[in-house]
Structure formats: C-alpha cells, structure tokens
C-alpha cells in the first residue's frame, strides 16, 4: 500500500507546478500579441504589469500555500488515532 501523504503531496506539488506556469502564459501571451501586429501598431494590447518580481512572488506564494496544505494534513491526520491491526472499525454497540 501507498503512502497517502505522499501521494497527497505529490498532487500538491503537480498542481502547485501547473499554477505557477498560469502567470508566465499570460506574461507570455501578451508579449506574443503585442509583437504579432501586422502593421506594427497592435489594435488591442493588454499589459499585465507582472515582472520577474511579480512571478517570483506568485512562485513563494504557492509554496506557502502547498506547505499550509501539507501542515494542515498532517496535522489532521495526527489527531486521528490509528486502528489497532485486525480490530475491525464499525458502530459501537451498547
């Protein structure tokens, strides 16, 4: 059996990695239309004002998110007492 923090981690970082690629695509793509004009003049520039600072910033930020998930986690699953091996878990009876 897997270890489900772990893999709970790994989506983490999985989904933390396609996040922070959301403001280098756009940075990206408004560079890509502003030089893309045909006559040099683009009808339509969108300027997103995110420089090397601001992508770094939006990178430590969902590096704090991801370890605030992770913390969180584990936290729970601490509190969570471990089933003793073979006790089956089911309703108390009284």
Request: net charge positive.
């Amino acid at each position: 059996m897997r270890n489900r923090v772990v893999l709970a981690v790994a989506r983490l970082v999985r989904l933390s990695a396609v996040l922070a690629m959301v403001p280098v695509a756009l940075v990206t793509s408004a560079v890509t239309a502003s030089a893309s004009a045909a006559d040099g003049v683009a009808a339509s520039t969108m300027q997103f004002p995110i420089g090397p600072v601001g992508i770094a910033a939006v990178v430590v930020g969902l590096g704090g998110l991801v370890t605030g998930l992770v913390r969180h986690h584990r936290r729970v699953a601490a509190a969570q007492p471990a089933p003793a091996p073979g006790v089956e878990q089911g309703p108390a009876s009284g």
